[in-house]
């Protein structure tokens, strides 16, 4: 079962930026919070990762809170082709990839 | 670098029929997860091969079996097919690595069966 717990859907206005938060409170010390998204369609795409620390990369931040039990996905400056739906997973290295409903995200000009 | 790629497309098949989907990984990726993906349910972990072996497994019928071959390619075949096994099949693989320790699934496009 998935361990996450997401918002079904959420508007972001183009330009604005976009703030997925994804709620785990019963993660492992050794579990990694995973984001990807899926476009209409398509095959889910990889964003970001990470265990403790706040990430940052092209795409997009990942904000851990500090008891890790929370997280937010932040995409900067949301265009419309990053309306999808977005999936927060934990997982343990090596361990299966459990998705769960995902939040649809709705980039409106 | 090529991507994931599934193998076949598009296809209909009739209830009772089997069906084989195949799936090439990336180039040196050892780990190859299956999903199951239809509107009711969302994306659901069908199986995790790696090395040739079965590491993980989801809650399907035995009619969903699924090998990966020396080169990582893998296929997954469902016998008996029913109404219920139409979905989009997506393939991912992964290079799992103690000292990369990353871990990210790559997609591949999907094989969207329709049974009839």
């Known amino acids: 079962d998935a361990k996450t717990t997401q918002p079904t859907s959420m508007d972001c206005a183009e330009g604005r930026a976009a703030n997925l938060p994804c709620n785990h409170s019963t993660i492992s010390g050794n579990e990694y919070v995973y984001w990807y998204r899926q476009i209409h369609s398509q095959g889910p795409q990889y964003i970001i990762h990470g265990l403790k620390n706040n990430e940052t990369n092209e795409m997009a931040s990942l904000i851990i809170t500090e008891d890790r039990k929370s997280s937010t996905l932040i995409l900067p400056h949301a265009t419309l082709r990053d309306t999808a739906v977005y999936y927060c997973?934990?997982?343990?290295?090596?361990?299966?990839?459990?998705f769960g409903a995902g939040t649809r995200l709705f980039v409106k000009a | 670098k090529a991507g994931v790629t599934q193998t076949p497309r598009y296809l209909i098949k009739t209830r009772g029929q089997q069906v084989t989907l195949s799936c090439s990984p990336i180039s040196g990726h050892r780990s190859v997860s299956w999903y199951q993906q239809t509107p009711g349910q969302g994306l659901q972990f069908l199986f995790e091969y790696f090395s040739e072996t079965q590491r993980n497994k989801g809650n399907f019928p035995g009619r969903f079996s699924g090998r990966q071959f020396s080169n990582s390619r893998s296929e997954m075949n469902v016998s008996t097919l029913e109404l219920g096994d139409s979905a989009l099949y997506l393939c991912a693989s992964s290079f799992p690595s103690r000292r990369r320790n990353t871990g990210e699934l790559f997609f591949g496009e999907g094989s969207r069966l329709t049974v009839l």
């Open positions: 997973i934990v997982r343990v290295q090596g361990f299966k990839t459990i």
